[in-house]
């Protein structure tokens, strides 16, 4: 089973700016594309910014120029930095990563637990 961490949620000031971090745990796994959401009260969770195994990236269009989507796959690891941010980004953020199990040779789908970045204007 992969677990995805997620760490560097919290409060800024609009215009500041902050790093969100998600770690992929466990055995004998692969990752395809790793994606952060965020998500606010009564809304639908939205795709941020993605980036695929080659490297490619996309980005919703609120955030483009702003934000940016990288990974370090030694690590596992995807980071979404995040500038010039403005109250409207508040939102809970989550990992989400496409998986491929070596051991059962079957593709899932993980989420991270969600954090809060708050913006205060």
């Known amino acids: 089973q992969v677990q995805l961490v997620e760490s560097g949620g919290g409060l800024v000031q609009a215009g500041g700016s902050m790093r969100l971090s998600c770690a992929a745990s466990g055995s004998m796994f692969s990752i395809n594309a790793m994606d952060w959401y965020r998500q606010t009260p009564g809304k639908q969770r939205e795709l941020v910014a993605g980036?695929?195994?080659?490297?490619?990236?996309n980005y919703a269009d609120a955030v483009k120029g702003r934000f940016t989507i990288s990974r370090d796959s030694a690590k596992d690891t995807v980071y979404l930095q995040m500038n010039s941010l403005n109250p409207e980004d508040t939102a809970v953020y989550y990992c989400?990563?496409?998986?491929?199990?070596?051991?059962?040779?079957?593709?899932?789908?993980?989420w991270g637990q969600g954090m809060q970045v708050t913006v205060s204007s």
């Open positions: 989400n990563a496409d998986l491929y199990n070596w051991g059962t040779h079957t593709k899932s789908d993980s």
């Open positions: 980036i695929t195994s080659g490297g490619s990236t």
